[in-house]
């Protein structure tokens, strides 16, 4: 795939922002955003100097982690996996608006302990220059522990992004966006792992009816499907199958969100606070 002048442009800045540094820890989770900046440190460091830092925890898909490593041995990169513990933290698991910051409050704790192995290596996140518009407390988590994002220092949009890495042929480029399966839970309503495996177990049942990009919603007794407005009708076809699959996995009911999938929706109520 050909880049668009622009792109070819902000690419260049990206080779330079990289080589110009010692070396890279970047915190991966397997998405397009953080494999693209593991992937460029890779390519414009030496492969000793871009480490490639997943945390296998219970808020992660286990299909994401599988993936992710994947990603690494296709491409050569030395990864290194940790446990973060944000599950056990109350100020993560009480659920606040704020959750995100204390789990990415552990990543980025237990990655600048990883930096003592690799003196003058810089912790990079994956979070790219539309993220700045968006509410995302993790972002202030980066900020305390100094992490960096070569995708906002060069303004690479979420678009030129895939654009780039279409273009070195990454297998995850079109991947629809994975947020943690807290993302899932109303905030305030307590984070626990039943809850997360329920989620997993739910989307997974969606994928297996090939809906790709979903969620499932967890309300504490009900569950709530969305797959894309545009899935809806497809959806239609199986729906009373579906429904009763996921309640068997321990709501009293499930339904389907007729809006359909909508990223961040959990957010709305924060947007008008």
Not at 46 to 58: D, H, L, M, R, T
Request: hydrophobic letters at 35%; charged letters at 30%.
């Amino acid at each position: 795939m050909t880049l668009s002048h622009k792109t070819v442009e902000k690419l260049e800045a990206l080779e330079q922002w990289f080589r110009k540094r010692e070396g890279s820890i970047v915190a991966f989770s397997g998405g397009i955003d953080s494999s693209l900046v593991l992937f460029l440190a890779r390519k414009f460091q030496e492969k000793e100097k871009a480490i490639g830092v997943i945390s296998n925890s219970e808020s992660l898909k286990k299909k994401d982690f599988l993936l992710a490593k994947d990603f690494c041995e296709q491409f050569d990169i030395h990864l290194e996996i940790i446990k973060t513990e944000e599950l056990v933290d109350e100020r993560y698991n009480q659920n606040p608006v704020n959750r995100c910051f204390f789990c990415k409050e552990h990543l980025f704790h237990d990655l600048s302990q990883i930096c003592e192995k690799y003196p003058g290596y810089q912790v990079l996140s994956g979070t790219n220059y539309d993220d700045l518009g968006d509410f995302r407390p993790g972002i202030d988590a980066a900020k305390k522990y100094e992490v960096l994002s070569p995708m906002v220092d060069c303004q690479v949009t979420k678009e030129e992004l895939r654009e780039i890495a279409r273009h070195f042929e990454l297998p995850n480029w079109d991947k629809p966006a994975s947020p943690c399966l807290s993302s899932r839970i109303p905030y305030n309503q307590t984070v626990t792992l039943e809850k997360l495996k329920q989620i997993e177990a739910a989307e997974d049942i969606l994928n297996g009816y090939g809906f790709e990009d979903v969620r499932v919603r967890h309300y504490g007794n009900y569950g709530k499907i969305e797959v894309r407005p545009d899935d809806l009708q497809k959806l239609t076809l199986v729906q009373d199958e579906v429904v009763e699959k996921i309640t068997a996995l321990g709501f009293e009911r499930c339904e389907v969100d007729p809006e359909g999938l909508v990223s961040g929706k959990l957010n709305r109520g924060v947007a008008r606070q």
